[in-house]
């Protein structure tokens, strides 16, 4: 297929997807399709403001920025909103998460999991590593270290995005400073 140039926006109401055909020397099909969601970090345009107060459970808006103060020094479990085909849901983290070693759960709601293959990066070893979430997963795990190293910590942005009704996309912003080098994300059941 050749080039397209298009003039105005291009829609989409389930997200756009990259295909690439990986060529395997010596196997009986060489043409392995892999398709990959085209999805970064959302545009923030028309979204809602929610300031919340953590606690020990809060739930978090649909179509919201959704600002929480979340330090580690007691659990927090995030319920997000049912996951509808068009939906976003961001958290943004509002102070920085050197207060202790509780955790941060998010709770995808009823039957909603995480899209299999989502990844996210974390810190579990003071390196980066990443886990990736398995079939039927419902929560994504935050543990911090009690100490101001942790790549998840003032202006991280974790945004849930639904392309599929039930499915939850994953993007985040991390800390990015060199010496944040703490914190453990995993998905769980």
Do not use: H
Request: net charge negative.
């Amino acid at each position: 297929m050749a080039n397209t140039t298009f003039k105005g926006p291009v829609r989409s109401t389930r997200g756009f997807q990259v295909v690439s055909k990986n060529k395997l020397p010596n196997a009986a099909n060489s043409d392995v399709e892999t398709i990959r969601m085209s999805s970064g970090m959302p545009d923030f345009t028309g979204l809602s403001l929610t300031d919340t107060a953590t606690g020990a459970s809060i739930t978090l808006v649909d179509m919201s920025l959704n600002v929480i103060n979340y330090t580690g020094a007691a659990a927090c479990a995030a319920a997000l909103p049912a996951a509808k085909e068009g939906s976003v849901c961001v958290y943004v983290q509002s102070k920085e998460t050197a207060g202790g070693t509780a955790t941060l759960t998010f709770n995808a709601a009823g039957d909603d999991v995480w899209k299999t293959g989502s990844v996210i990066e974390s810190r579990a070893t003071n390196e980066v590593a990443f886990d990736i979430s398995a079939a039927g997963e419902t929560q994504l795990v935050f543990t911090p270290a009690n100490a101001a190293t942790n790549l998840f910590t003032i202006g991280s942005k974790i945004a849930f995005i639904c392309y599929e009704t039930g499915t939850w996309d994953i993007a985040a912003e991390m800390g990015g400073a060199p010496t944040l080098l703490t914190g453990a994300f995993a998905f769980a059941a």
